[in-house]
C-alpha cells in the first residue's frame, strides 16, 4: 500500500482546502466544497474565504446569510457552523443523537429529571410564534416548567434538540448583534429531512464523500474529530469499493476519492493566513501534516494561524489597521517577504483599503 509522508498529505491537503490556489469558484460553492466554515467568531468565515477565494467580496456572503442561502447553525462538533442552507436541511437529523449527547455530557446533572422529549416540545412551543430568542431566553421560559433544572442548561439542550439557526445580523460583515435564534424550518421555509430507516445511512455516506473532497486523504479517527459523529465507520465499510486507499508514516489507513487531487510534495506552496478555529486544522485527529504538535494548542485556543510552505509557522492579530504577525519558527528572509506580502494585502481588506500596515516581529530565538 503507498504510503503518503507528512508533505505529501500537506500538499494534498492544501489543495482541497482552496488553500494552495485560490480558487475561481463562487462563494456558495466554496462553503458547500468545503463542508462549511467553522464560526463561532462570526467575522472569522470571512478572512477564511479571503485566503481561499480570488476576489473575494464579503458583500456576497453576507448577502447570501441575510438571503438564507447559508446559515448558522450548531452542527459538526455541537459547534456553530456557516454552511449552505441545502447541507443543515440534509444532515441535522443525522447530528440530532452527537449534540444531545454533548450537552448531556456538560450538564447531566442540571437536567437530572428532565425528559428530553418533553423539552423538545415545550421548546418548540416556546419557538412556534417565530420570535427571535437568545438561548438564556429559551432557557428561562423553560424554566418555567422545569423549575428545578438550570435554565442555561435547559437553552443549551433546547438548541441541541431542535434544529435552530441563528439570525442576522449576527454574522453579516461588519455587523454586531447578539445571538438570537428561530427554527430552521422557519428560517428556510421547509421542514429538515427525516433521518434514514434504521441500517441506512444515506447522509452518512455524503459526508464521508464531502469530508475526503474537502480534507482527504484522511483516516476515519480525523472523518470522526471532523463531524463529530461516532456511526460513520458503517458507511466507510459500504463505500469501501469507491475509495482507495493509504497508509501514512504512522501506519494509519487513510481513505480517499479515487480521482480527488493529490499534488507533487514538492509542489510550492504560498502564505496563508487562517482564520480562528480554522477546519484546515481542526478537521483532522491527526493534524501533523499542517501544525507541529509543539503548536497543536494554538488553533484550539483560537489563535490565527499563518501557513509558511503550508504549515503553521506564525501567529497574528489585527489591532488599529496594522497585522501583527509572530513568528514561531524561524523564517527565512523569502518567507518573511511573503507573508509581509500577504499581510499587506490582509490589512487591505481588513481595513477596507484604509491602511496597509504590517509588523512581522522577530523570530523566536
Known sequence: ?????????????????????????????????????????????FVGLWSRLEAFDPAVLSHLLTERHVVRTHLMRRTVHLVVADDAVAWR???????????????????????????????????????????????RALAE???????????EMAVALLPLVQLPPRGVWRAKGGVRHVLLSAWVGREVDPSAPEG?????????????????????????AWCGLAGLPAAVAGMRDELVTFRDERG????????????????????????????????????????????RLLSVAGERVVLVDGRVAA??????????????????????????????ALALFLSDNESDRVRVASSPR
Open 1 to 45: 500500500m503507498t504510503v503518503l509522508d507528512s508533505r505529501a498529505l500537506n500538499r494534498a491537503t492544501l489543495a482541497r482546502q482552496l488553500l494552495l490556489d485560490r480558487a475561481e469558484m463562487p462563494v456558495l460553492d466554496a462553503v458547500a466544497h468545503l463542508g462549511g466554515l467553522q464560526a463561532q467568531e462570526p467575522q472569522e468565515p
Open 93 to 139: 437529523s443525522r447530528h440530532d443523537a452527537m449534540l444531545r449527547q454533548r450537552v448531556l455530557g456538560a450538564y447531566r446533572g442540571e437536567l437530572n429529571g428532565v425528559d428530553l422529549d418533553d423539552l423538545a416540545v415545550a421548546a418548540r412551543k416556546v419557538l412556534a410564534d417565530g420570535e427571535p430568542r437568545s438561548m438564556p431566553e429559551i432557557g
Open 145 to 155: 416548567r422545569w423549575a428545578a433544572a438550570e435554565p442555561r442548561a435547559l437553552g
Open 200 to 224: 441506512s445511512d444515506p447522509v452518512g455516506r455524503v459526508l464521508v464523500r464531502r469530508y475526503l473532497a474537502a480534507f482527504g486523504p484522511a483516516a476515519t479517527a480525523d472523518l470522526r
Open 252 to 295: 494509519r489507513t487513510l481513505i480517499d476519492l479515487p480521482d480527488a487531487p493529490r499534488p507533487d510534495p514538492e509542489t510550492p506552496a504560498p502564505v496563508r493566513f487562517l482564520p480562528a478555529f480554522d477546519n484546515a486544522i481542526l478537521g483532522y485527529d491527526d493534524r501533523s501534516r499542517i501544525i507541529d504538535d509543539a503548536h
Open 315 to 344: 501567529t497574528w492579530t489585527v489591532e488599529a489597521g496594522t497585522v501583527t504577525v509572530v513568528p514561531l519558527t524561524d523564517l527565512s528572509r523569502s518567507h518573511r517577504t511573503a507573508v509581509e506580502e500577504q499581510g499587506h
